[in-house]
């Protein structure tokens, strides 16, 4: 699993990103809101594990501009706020628990895995057209055998296949695949193309909004 921590007492960060790197998780750790958004591809995190009183970008408007994207990931909030007020706006922010601090570690863990248990995540999905896409090896597989796409071909496809059913605005995929970098829209256009020629038609364009599958 990867985790994005924001934290910004230094002890405290240190011990659980490290935690859970000796559980066999990654962990991407900031001490400031703006770093973060400026570091962070939100797009890639499988939990957010936040702090809300932290420099610049705090836990609240970080978790707000996540929401804003679309993001799903999950979100707890680790805080030494304990009235109910904070709790309150945490939750009606979207965010999936609330722990106060001080807190065991294996506490975080515990409240982390049975927020995890509702957020099923699939492995692999069909696609049809004898198209089954691996979500843990980032693979397309055509009749068995993997697709050969480039790292952008392969980043558009997995927005799009985490989001299938739904419209992914252009915004949104130019943040994933490109992060803060100028793109073209024409540019992404053009790898849809090239996905289509090698997959066949399972990406719909919705004119002027983005693109789907399914």
Request: hydrophobic content about 40%; proline content about 2%; cysteine-free.
């Amino acid at each position: 699993m990867r985790i994005l921590l924001l934290e910004d007492d230094h002890l405290l960060r240190k011990h659980i990103s490290r935690y859970f790197e000796l559980k066999g998780h990654s962990v991407d750790a900031f001490s400031d809101g703006e770093e973060l958004l400026d570091r962070a591809n939100l797009y890639e995190y499988d939990f957010f594990i936040f702090d809300i009183n932290v420099p610049h970008f705090n836990g609240y408007e970080i978790l707000e501009y996540i929401k804003s994207k679309n993001i799903d990931t999950p979100v707890i909030f680790i805080s030494a706020y304990t009235d109910i007020e904070s709790i309150k706006k945490a939750f009606k922010l979207g965010a999936s628990d609330y722990l106060k601090k001080p807190f065991e570690l294996a506490e975080l863990e515990l409240r982390m895995e049975n927020i995890l248990t509702k957020f099923h995540k699939e492995d692999a999905v069909e696609l049809g057209e004898d198209l089954r896409y691996d979500f843990q090896k980032r693979t397309l597989y055509k009749n068995g055998e993997p697709v050969t796409l480039s790292k952008k071909q392969n980043d558009i496809l997995f927005i799009l296949v985490k989001n299938r059913g739904n419209v992914v605005p252009f915004d949104t995929i130019a943040d994933f695949v490109y992060g803060d970098d100028m793109v073209d829209y024409k540019t992404i256009a053009s790898h849809i193309r090239d996905i289509r020629k090698k997959v066949g038609k399972i990406i719909h364009n919705v004119r002027g909004v983005g693109y789907k599958i399914g």
